[in-house]
C-alpha cells in the first residue's frame, strides 16, 4: 500500500506490503467550519466564561497580542483582523497595541517570515516584535513559583493592561496539549524561566507527555506563571490535517482552553489493537521539520504505540539542520546515550538539553532512524539515534531486524495525531 507522508514543503510516499500494515493513524476528524471568521466574530461577542471582548477592552490604554513564530501554522489571517478591529472600536489606538512573537528560546522572525505570518497589511500598520528569552533586561521578575521556578516574563508582555493570546490546540510532547497558558511560558518567558521548565525535574515525570494535562505537573506550573503574568483573554483555533479550522476557543483562559482541548483529543485520537514491530512517523512536514529539534516532536508522538525494542523510523526533513548553535553542540558532543543522560541528572539546565532529552527518551526504548538527507550526511555518525537517507533504507533495517512478517504502523503526520493501543475487548475482541 502506498502511503503518503507529510515531509517538508513537498512530501514522499511510502509503499507498505499488506501483509505487513498494522493500521494507518489518521486523525480522527472534526468538520471543517464553514465560515470560520463568522464564527470567530460570533466568540469574541459571545466568549467562553467571559465578558465579550468589546467589553473587557473598554477603557484600557494599551494591549499586547501575542501570535506564535513560523514553526506553528497558527491562521493568523483568520484571527488577527476581528481581533484588532473589536479592539479598535473599542477605543484602543492602534499604536497602543503590540503584537509580540512569543519565540521562546527559537532564533528571531525574519522580515519574510512576519510577512508570511501576518501578512502586508498587519506587518505595515501595527507594532510587531519579536520576544528576546535571552535579552534579561526586556524581561520583568515576578517572583517564583510554590515550586520554586523563577518567573521572569517579557515587559511589553507584563506592562500590557490587556493581555491576550492566540494560538492553536495541538498535542505538545511536554505539556500535553498546547495553546492557552503555554504562549505566556515558555512563548514570552526568559531564559531562566524556560530552563527551569525543561529541566529534568519535570520531563521525567511520566506525566509530562502528549495528552496529559490533569496529572501532568508542567501544566500546572505553566497555569500557575500565566496567573503570576495576568492573561486576560484567549484566542486558540482546532485544525484539521489540512490547516483547515475546526473548531474555534476564545474568552477565559483557563475555560476555553479546556474546552478546546477536550474537543482536541477527540478530533485527533487514533488507536491500533496492539503495539508494532515498526512504526513510521513524521514530523508533520514544514514547518514543523525545518530542524531535528522540532522533528523530535514527531518521534515522541509515536512512542505510544511501538513494541518495547522495536524501531521507530521518523521522515523529516530538517531543511535547517539540527537547530539552534546550542543544541546543535549538545546533539553531536555526547559519545553515548548513558553518558548524556547522566551529565543532564548531574548538571545544571543548559539551553536546548530538553529537547535531546525527549529524544533520549525514545531511544531508551526502541531503535530510533532519523530518515533526513540532509542530517545523514553531516551529523549523521554524531548522534546516538541511527540515520538513513531513505525511508526505504531504514525500512529494510527493521524488516531484517524484526522478519519480514513484522507489523508496521504508519502515522502520516506524527505531532498532530494522538496514538494509543486500545486492546479489542469484548464483542470487538470475539470478532
Known amino acids: 500500500m502506498k502511503i503518503p507522508l507529510a515531509f517538508g514543503k513537498t512530501g514522499l510516499t511510502v509503499n507498505i506490503p ?31 466564561g467571559s465578558l465579550p471582548l468589546a467589553d473587557i477592552a473598554r477603557g484600557k490604554r494599551n494591549v499586547v497580542i501575542v501570535i506564535c513564530d513560523i514553526t506553528r501554522p497558527v491562521p493568523n489571517a483568520l484571527i488577527l483582523p476581528p481581533l484588532l478591529e473589536t479592539l479598535e472600536k473599542s477605543g484602543i489606538q492602534r499604536e497602543r497595541i503590540t503584537i509580540l512573537v512569543a519565540t521562546g528560546l527559537h532564533r528571531p522572525s525574519s522580515p519574510d517570515e512576519l510577512m508570511q505570518m501576518v501578512g502586508i497589511e498587519i506587518l505595515k500598520r501595527y507594532r510587531i516584535q519579536d520576544h528576546h528569552a535571552r535579552a534579561l533586561g526586556e524581561q520583568r521578575h515576578l517572583g517564583e513559583t510554590q515550586g520554586g521556578t ?9 506592562d500590557a493592561d490587556l493581555k ?21 511560558a515558555p512563548g514570552c518567558a526568559g531564559e531562566l524561566t524556560i530552563k527551569a521548565l525543561h529541566s529534568p525535574k519535570f520531563l521525567e515525570d511520566p506525566e509530562c507527555r502528549e495528552g496529559s494535562i490533569e496529572r501532568n505537573p508542567l501544566h500546572r506550573e505553566l497555569l500557575e506563571i500565566a496567573a503570576l503574568a495576568g492573561h486576560d483573554f484567549m484566542v486558540n483555533v482546532a485544525l484539521d490535517e489540512k490547516h483547515r479550522v475546526t473548531g474555534i476557543f476564545a474568552g477565559d483562559p483557563i475555560l476555553a482552553h479546556a474546552e478546546g482541548v477536550r474537543f482536541v483529543k477527540s478530533a485527533v485520537r487514533a488507536t491500533v489493537t496492539k503495539p508494532a514491530d515498526i512504526v513510521i512517523t513524521t514530523s508533520a512536514g514544514y514547518p514543523l521539520d525545518l530542524t531535528y529539534y522540532q522533528a523530535v516532536k514527531g518521534m515522541t508522538a509515536a512512542l505510544p504505540i511501538v513494541r518495547e525494542g522495536g524501531m521507530l523510523i ?6 535547517e539542520g539540527l537547530g539552534s548553535p546550542e543544541f546543535t553542540a549538545m546533539a553531536t558532543q555526547f559519545s553515548s546515550l548513558k553518558e548524556f543522560v547522566d551529565s543532564i541528572m548531574s548538571n545544571p539546565v543548559v539551553i536546548d538539553q530538553w529537547q535531546l532529552e525527549e529524544c533520549a527518551k525514545a531511544a531508551r526504548k526502541v531503535d530510533v532512524v532519523l530518515v533526513s538527507p ?3 550526511r553531516e551529523s549523521g555518525k554524531r548522534l546516538f539515534v541511527q540515520t538513513s537517507a531513505s525511508i526505504d533504507e531504514a525500512l529494510a533495517r527493521g524488516l531484517w531486524k524484526f522478519g519480514q512478517n513484522a507489523t508496521i504502523a504508519v502515522i502520516p503526520k506524527g505531532p498532530y495525531t494522538l496514538v494509543d493501543v486500545e486492546p479489542l475487548t469484548g464483542q470487538n475482541a470475539s470478532g
Open 164 to 184: 491576550i493570546t492566540t494560538g492553536f490546540i495541538e498535542p505538545h510532547l511536554m505539556a500535553g496539549f498546547s495553546g492557552g497558558r503555554k504562549m505566556i
Open 314 to 319: 521518523l521522515a523529516a526533513e530538517c531543511a
Open 18 to 48: 499488506d501483509r505487513n500494515l498494522l493500521k494507518v493513524l489518521t486523525m480522527q476528524g472534526a468538520v471543517t467550519l464553514e465560515n470560520p471568521e463568522r464564527r470567530l466574530r460570533e466568540a469574541l461577542a459571545a466568549p467562553i
Open 150 to 158: 523563577p518567573v521572569y516574563i517579557d515587559r511589553t508582555y507584563c
Open 374 to 376: 540532509r542530517i545523514a
